[in-house]
T-cell receptor, first 117, second 115 residues
Framework: GAGVSQSPRYKVAKRGQDVALRCDPI?????LFWYQQALGQGPEFLTY????????KSGLPSDRFFAERPEGSVSTLKIQRTQQEDSAVYLC???????????????FGPGTRLLVL | DQQVKQNSPSLSVQEGRISILNCDYT??????FLWYKKYPAEGPTFLIS?????DKNEDGRFTVFLNKSAKHLSLHIVPSQPGDSAVYFC??????????????FGKGTKLSVKP
């Protein structure tokens, strides 16, 4: 596809349930970012992959959050034992090269809206 | 502690007039600043960026100004059009301390352009 896609678009989970959120970046993009956007806030960085390597996971809020990108393309963000405070929009972004600091644009997907009841 | 601040949650402008969206930051190590536009139920879309070594960047109707001494940047849209109505996010990135270029966003400003 032409852009970044994410699935599912909406997810309702019961507290304590595990969820998995998928991101398909733009084909050939090396860098992949996950962000969390709470209601009324801007997106906040969670983690970064360069190909299959997870180089930065400093933004993951707890050890219940886990992300992977095993073949350097599709990425999955997994949240175990979901809590109500995990309710947010989870955004995935990709960029062509190895980081924005070289002036590259990040292209965002539409996000997955997670609601934990 | 917010490093990127957009103090105006909303802005309403008449079609054809100038829209000015403001952003302040606290970290002098930021080296790139970007503006993203977001429509409901869509992801943010890149609009325009500026390197910290410049003070102005222009792209069509959109101009970003950077005042490093004041740690302030602004986005000017001239002339404003109804299709510009969206939430605008200011974002910054830095390249030091192992940062890979992840973006630090403000809370956004909702722009409404009235016909």
């Amino acid at each position: 596809g032409a852009g970044v896609s994410q699935s599912p678009r909406y997810k309702v989970a019961k507290r304590g349930q595990d969820v998995a959120l998928r991101c398909d970046p733009i084909s050939g993009h090396v860098s992949l970012f996950w962000y969390q956007q709470a209601l009324g806030q801007g997106p906040e960085f969670l983690t970064y992959f360069q190909n299959e390597a997870q180089l930065d996971k400093s933004g993951l809020p707890s050890d219940r959050f886990f992300a992977e990108r095993p073949e350097g393309s599709v990425s999955t963000l997994k949240i175990q034992r979901t809590q109500q405070e995990d309710s947010a929009v989870y955004l995935c972004a990709s960029s062509l090269g190895t980081g924005l600091w070289k002036g590259e644009t990040q292209y965002f997907g539409p996000g997955t809206r997670l609601l934990v009841l | 502690d917010q490093q990127v601040k957009q103090n105006s949650p909303s802005l309403s402008v008449q079609e054809g007039r100038i829209s000015i969206l403001n952003c302040d930051y606290t970290n002098s190590m930021f080296d790139y600043f970007l503006w993203y536009k977001k429509y409901p139920a869509e992801g943010p879309t890149f609009l325009i960026s500026i390197s910290s070594i410049k003070d102005k960047n222009e792209d069509g109707r959109f101009t970003v100004f950077l005042n490093k001494s004041a740690k302030h940047l602004s986005l000017h849209i001239v002339p404003s059009q109804p299709g510009d109505s969206a939430v605008y996010f200011c974002a910054a990135s830095l390249n030091y301390g192992g940062s890979q270029g992840n973006l630090i966003f403000g809370k956004g400003t909702k722009l409404s352009v009235k016909p």
